[in-house]
């Protein structure tokens, strides 16, 4: 190797840290989408399914950089599937698989033969068109039954359906896949267990817990056989996702290096519509790369050369027209995705960027790592929290609570959609099954920081919903409501403050409630971020000083002191809510219903606001009350300080609401073409499932009448 690698390798590793690929960020990234899997953990044991989710793939390995813009890939488990290898897994009043193959069957593939759930015996006959039977009589699961309910429900739901190869998704950015998960290994893994013995890597401590993973089923046909829509792929992700958790930073940042290869410069070289190839051929031979390689190799100071000897396998699978996959044996990787063509261009390429001492890595432009190579000063030096590594810290923190919002907000879905009339025992109930969850022995950590925040979260509803049936009755709060009250405060800086203060309004205490408003008007500063569980994507970007606060404390206690969560009031809690609110909880008009999709039908029928804007509207109609005319106008002015300003728009979850807040102010004021103004353009921007359609229709009813 060239003499200069040693130095270029340092330079490197040194800029790789400064674009995210770093032990803190890696291990964050980790960390934050486990949490995001313990989050539908709890979602799917609330709804009595049998499920589990996993994220896999590049966002939560910590392979990825902000640059490379890679999706995130969710594969949920439908566990009430019985998958079977032999008749002795067989179990009685589950749906039972045999998994199945012939010498037509292709590698890596099986089929899933239909066995009697009441019954060991196959199953011979079925009019379901979510099963095939074939010339003998046996009946076998179609991989497409996925794929046509999945269309379904992104059709009743009024989202888009996008499907590559197993996965089905309404996003472009995530890879939604179903699968069956096996608990036992089968041979064709069975033998990797073997080879890995004879290997520099993976240790004897990584082959015995991968003897427990498992592997997974996916809806996914080998492309041109005649039996492509009963075929079912074998995958092992918790296998690979072991391997890549145990890996240390020098083979993380090559890997990161050669997506990068591959996005901009690999993918020149390949001419065919149909040819790609994918970070999972990267991957792929990095993991034989490191088994062939001694440990000494894997250096700071030996990036480069490391690099190299990837890209010296990857030339090695084109030279012999063949990518092995380094688990499941007699599976070839280019099948279908890399013509041999193509491998031949790619071949030369790779020749030449290796013969070129890999000067191909100073044109890199995917997070400017090129310039970022030239730029470093000679010495390499530590690399200081910059904004990017902030930045994805404060992205992450922010996915985190998103997703337990979320599940909160499933739990208030259910709450309403209840026939119990008792609407505290209720949440009584979800309470109490959550904390019997907290207490299960196989509980995880990450399942029990979401319980925490999830009953947190509900002590909140529940102290809402009393004080409003005691307000709509005229009945003085007892010191349970108090205590509810106090037991969920800390939730975030705002969003539970502000609930007991629009309570103290409506009980007509306006000056406790200047005082909760003034408590949180201190805490709102420029390090505080909002975040909603409603499923809308904000365009806010996190401030340079919540970024900042988040590298140093990324606790869940430390991080909900800077965070501001959207104000939700169900119907239960209407009078805890501003009278003009009522409207945002029917906002309905028409056939507005059929026009919402999926996130939306869960929380459209409450009221939800942003945290800042019901901030300065409370403290409107609170000052008002007070006759505080100058902090009353103050309040008015912040909200159409708001209202005007295109940054501060974008950064709203619920915009509409937030005008309508506003034109609700210009009435009050006496500004009542400013008012129907702000109505239109509310209305505008959202057409439908708005409640300023109702006020500009109100509003120029009155103004008619009034001229």
Not at 51 to 78: A, V
Not at 143 to 148: E, F, L, P, T
Not at 472 to 501: C, F, H, R
Not at 635 to 657: C, W
Request: overall charge neutral.
């Amino acid at each position: 190797m060239p003499a200069f690698f040693r130095h270029l390798s340092e330079v490197l590793y040194q800029v790789l840290e400064c674009v995210g690929v770093n032990p803190w960020v890696v291990e964050r990234r980790r960390h934050t989408y486990l949490h995001r899997e313990a989050a539908y953990d709890v979602h799917f044991h609330l709804e009595g399914n049998d499920r589990t989710l996993f994220h896999f793939g590049s966002q939560s390995e910590g392979t990825t950089t902000p640059g490379l813009q890679s999706d995130t890939d969710l594969l949920f488990t439908l566990n009430e599937v019985n998958i079977m290898f032999s008749w002795a897994d067989w179990q009685q009043g589950k749906a039972n698989f045999l998994m199945v193959r012939d010498e037509d069957t292709p590698p890596q593939h099986y089929l899933l033969q239909w066995i009697w759930p009441d019954v060991p015996k196959p199953a011979t006959h079925t009019n379901n068109p979510d099963f095939f039977t074939d010339s003998q009589g046996r009946v076998f699961y179609s991989n497409m039954a996925i794929v046509r309910r999945m269309a379904a429900y992104f059709r009743d739901n009024n989202m888009p359906h996008l499907r590559h190869g197993p996965s089905n998704s309404p996003r472009e950015d995530r890879d939604f896949v179903f699968a069956f998960y096996c608990k036992k290994i089968p041979h064709e893994i069975i033998s990797w267990f073997t080879k890995m013995q004879h290997g520099f890597w993976p240790s004897q401590e990584i082959l015995q817990a991968a003897r427990m993973c498992g592997c997974f089923l996916v809806p996914d046909g080998c492309h041109g056989s005649p039996n492509e829509e009963i075929q079912w792929r074998i995958t092992p992700n918790l296998i690979e996702r072991l391997l890549m958790f145990s890996l240390n930073m020098v083979p993380i940042k090559c890997l990161v290096v050669l997506k990068m290869l591959k996005k901009q410069e690999f993918v020149k070289y390949i001419h065919c519509e149909n040819c790609k190839l994918t970070t999972f051929h990267c991957k792929t031979a990095l993991f034989f790369t490191l088994n062939r390689t001694p440990p000494t190799i894997w250096k700071k100071c030996r990036l480069i050369e490391c690099i190299v000897r990837c890209l010296q396998t990857i030339l090695e699978f084109l030279n012999q027209g063949e990518c092995p996959h380094f688990i499941v044996e007699g599976v070839d990787l280019f099948d279908g995705k890399l013509c041999r063509e193509c491998q031949l261009c790619l071949e030369r390429a790779i020749q030449g960027m290796i013969h070129n001492d890999m000067h191909v890595l100073f044109h890199l432009q995917c997070d400017d790592l090129g310039q970022r190579l030239m730029a470093l000063p000679h010495e390499v030096r530590p690399c200081p929290v910059n904004n990017v590594n902030a930045g994805i810290c404060g992205k992450l923190a922010r996915h985190v609570f998103g997703e337990y919002l979320n599940m909160v907000k499933y739990v208030c879905q259910r709450l309403c959609n209840s026939e119990e009339a008792d609407v505290c025992t209720h949440l009584n109930n979800e309470i109490n099954l959550l904390e019997c969850l907290e207490m299960n022995a196989s509980t995880t950590q990450y399942d029990k920081n979401c319980i925490r925040f999830i009953v947190k979260s509900l002590m909140s509803v529940k102290a809402s919903v009393t004080s409003s049936s005691c307000i709509e009755s005229g009945q003085p709060l007892s010191q349970d409501i108090w205590q509810m009250y106090g037991e969920s405060l800390n939730t975030d800086v705002a969003s539970s403050k502000l609930k007991l203060a629009s309570m103290h309004y409506c009980q007509g205490e306006l000056r406790r409630a200047a005082s909760v408003l003034s408590e949180v008007e201190c805490d709102l500063d420029d390090s505080v971020q909002p975040v909603c569980g409603c499923k809308r994507v904000s365009s806010y970007k996190p401030s340079k000083a919540f970024c900042e606060y988040t590298v140093h404390n990324y606790s869940h206690e430390q991080l909900t002191k800077k965070l501001a969560f959207c104000v939700r009031f169900l119907r239960e809690e209407k009078f805890c809510a501003p009278l003009f609110l009522w409207c945002e909880m029917y906002r309905a008009v028409g056939d507005d219903l059929d026009h919402r999709n999926y996130g939306e039908r869960q929380w459209m029928d409450w009221a939800e606001v942003d945290a800042q804007p019901f901030l300065l509207y409370l403290q409107y109609l609170t000052y008002r009350g007070l006759r505080v005319r100058q902090r009353q106008l103050e309040a008015f002015h912040g909200l159409e300080g708001i209202v005007n300003s295109r940054d501060k728009m974008y950064q709203l979850y619920h915009p509409e609401t937030v005008i309508n807040l506003f034109g609700h102010c210009c009435e009050l004021e006496g500004y009542l073409q400013m008012a129907l103004y702000a109505y239109t353009v509310s209305s505008r921007s959202n057409p439908r499932n708005n409640a300023a359609n109702q006020h500009k229709q109100r509003l120029e009813l009155f103004m008619n009448n009034y001229n």
